[in-house]
T-cell receptor
Framework: SQQGEEDPQALSIQEGENATMNCSYK?????LQWYRQNSGRGLVHLIL?????REKHSGRLRVTLDTSKKSSSLLITASRAADTASYFC?????????????FGSGTQLTVLP | DGGITQSPKYLFRKEGQNVTLSCEQN?????MYWYRQDPGQGLRLIYY???????QKGDIAEGYSVSREKKESFPLTVTSAQKNPTAFYLC?????????????FGEGSRLTVL
């Protein structure tokens, strides 16, 4: 079964608004990563947060991690039409191979101009 | 420019035929992966390889085969034994020494069985 599950499955907002996506996972992790996928394309790595970190920023992206609740959130501020894509969280388990990521089912974000 | 190249981008196959998807990387990465993505779903790991001439099954390896004869190349064969092969296939790579597991992806190959 999938390690990570994103919520909501789909999100539609107006340009300029903030978009928040959530991810829950089941087992202890080494780190959690967020990826973006434009329609019909490959995935692109956005940001990584380690299990001992609580918050991380990169440009308009803000990621939080709550290991006690086994959850993470991705905030995209001041969204643009070009942010329209699917966003996936992926976890690296703290045990086993650190090179195997487990992906969630994704959130489809639509930013309306 | 460094990156991962997958080919072909689109592929059509008749039932009962084997097809091979190509994946080449010039990032000098040690590890390479194949994932399958079905509509509206996340990625599922088919096979991965951390060194040349060695590979391991992922979560859904049945009906697939791979080889790793060169560091740069990790072709995936979808065999006739794969019952539902129509899907989007993604190849990825990473450094083994980098224990974060961050992946770099190709642009994908879409396989349709007619």
């Amino acid at each position: 079964s999938q390690q990570g599950e994103e919520d909501p499955q789909a999100l539609s907002i107006q340009e300029g608004e903030n978009a928040t996506m959530n991810c829950s996972y089941k087992t202890s992790i080494n780190n959690l990563q967020w990826y973006r996928q434009n329609s019909g394309r490959g995935l692109v790595h956005l940001i990584l947060i380690r299990s001992n970190e609580r918050e991380k920023h990169s440009g308009r992206l803000r990621v939080t991690l709550d290991t006690s609740k086994k959850s993470s959130s991705l905030l995209i501020t001041a969204s643009r039409a070009a942010d329209t894509a699917s966003y996936f969280c992926a976890t690296v388990r703290s045990s086993g191979s650190a090179r195997q990521l487990t992906f969630g089912s994704g959130t489809q974000l639509t930013v309306l101009p | 420019d460094g990156g991962i190249t997958q080919s072909p981008k689109y592929l059509f196959r008749k039932e009962g035929q084997n097809v091979t998807l190509s994946c080449e990387q010039n990032l000098n990465h040690d590890a390479m992966y194949w994932y399958r993505q079905d509509p509206g779903q996340g990625l599922r790991l088919i096979y991965y390889s951390q060194i040349v001439n060695d590979f391991q099954k992922g979560d859904i390896a049945e009906g697939y085969s791979v080889s790793r004869e060169k560091k740069e190349s990790f072709p995936l064969t979808v065999t006739s034994a794969q019952k539902n092969p129509t899907a989007f296939y993604l190849c990825a790579s990473s450094f083994v020494a980098d224990k974060t597991g961050e992946l770099f992806f190709g642009e994908g190959s879409r396989l349709t069985v007619l």
